[in-house]
């Protein structure tokens, strides 16, 4: 067990322009957990001019709320230049809590942090480890998932489970909302931890789990074997994330997907396309997706 008094915490949080980091530090915030420093991987973003009212609180850009906090942000523009923070005294702090950050961190970053560092992981370690967990839960079809708090250690989403929260991922939920939540969870378990004054040492799973990589072309190609009910569930999951999803119709012609309109148990005797609409018979039933028609060398 590690232990300190709460209210004396420090937090540098590592992460990246995305919905799950803007969650977490939103939530540390919230609950006043001081937060000492922002490390973002990724290059610097100029302020956007686009002056919409933010339909979800993931919106705002994560730097932009460190600056309001008066939180000092350190970029990382490469991986290759990890090794430059290890001088940098804006980094240290009593803990290093990660969340979404697209990197390993070596152990000579995590030994600069006296109470360790902490991931933060959107899904039931030690299923899908590594840095695309939320796609292969959706690719697989799971209705289930989680994320779970983990030490970090040398091996990537190896290190000892300090508390997993486990939930539903409704048929078709939308992979932006499912991170946000998941971040929600993850960070609210974090405040509720470091409330008790003590971090648990955590335990190692018994099982070796599986691996969760960087999706390439041949994942984001729509298997057409799969139930309609299925396919909805992993487009409207992986859409939303940003990952750019084919389908190759029965004439063999390939699809750019651009959004899922839904999907029916009532079988077709056959595919209908109408200008951007591609409805395809699937096992089970039907799927119609808003589609731009694409030609592949070799395909």
Not at 16 to 42: D, E, F, K, W, Y
Request: glycine content about 8%; proline content about 8%; overall charge positive.
């Amino acid at each position: 067990m590690k232990s300190k008094p709460v209210s004396k915490w420090e937090l540098t949080l590592w992460g990246n322009h995305s919905r799950q980091t803007t969650i977490t530090l939103q939530v540390l915030l919230r609950a006043r957990v001081p937060v000492r420093c922002l490390v973002l991987a990724g290059q610097i973003r100029q302020p956007g001019t686009n002056r919409r009212i933010p339909l979800a609180v993931w919106n705002e850009d994560v730097a932009v709320i460190a600056a309001r906090h008066a939180i000092p942000v350190v970029h990382v523009p490469a991986r290759s230049t990890l090794f430059e923070l290890c001088g940098d005294e804006r980094i240290s702090a009593d803990l290093g809590v990660i969340s979404c950050f697209p990197w390993k961190i070596d152990s000579h970053l995590v030994r600069l942090y006296p109470f360790g560092m902490i991931n933060i992981h959107p899904s039931l370690l030690p299923d899908f480890r590594g840095p695309s967990p939320l796609f292969w839960q959706y690719h697989g079809g799971r209705l289930r998932g989680g994320i779970t708090l983990h030490w970090v250690t040398e091996e990537l989403d190896g290190g000892p489970i300090i508390d997993q929260v486990t939930c539903d991922i409704p048929l078709g939920f939308p992979g932006d909302r499912l991170e946000a939540w998941l971040a929600w969870y993850g960070t609210s378990r974090l405040v509720e931890i470091l409330g008790r004054n003590t971090l648990p040492a955590g335990w190692f799973p018994t099982r070796l789990g599986s691996w969760a990589p960087v999706p390439d072309d041949a994942a984001c190609l729509l298997d057409t074997s799969w139930p309609a009910w299925r396919a909805a569930h992993f487009l409207n999951g992986v859409l939303p994330l940003g990952y750019p999803v084919s389908i190759r119709d029965h004439e063999g012609r390939v699809w750019i997907v651009r959004r899922c309109l839904g999907w029916s148990s009532r079988p077709t005797l056959s595919a209908e396309t109408v200008e951007s609409l591609l409805t395809l018979s699937l096992q089970g039933g039907t799927l119609t997706v808003l589609a731009e028609h694409r030609s592949i060398t070799g395909a």
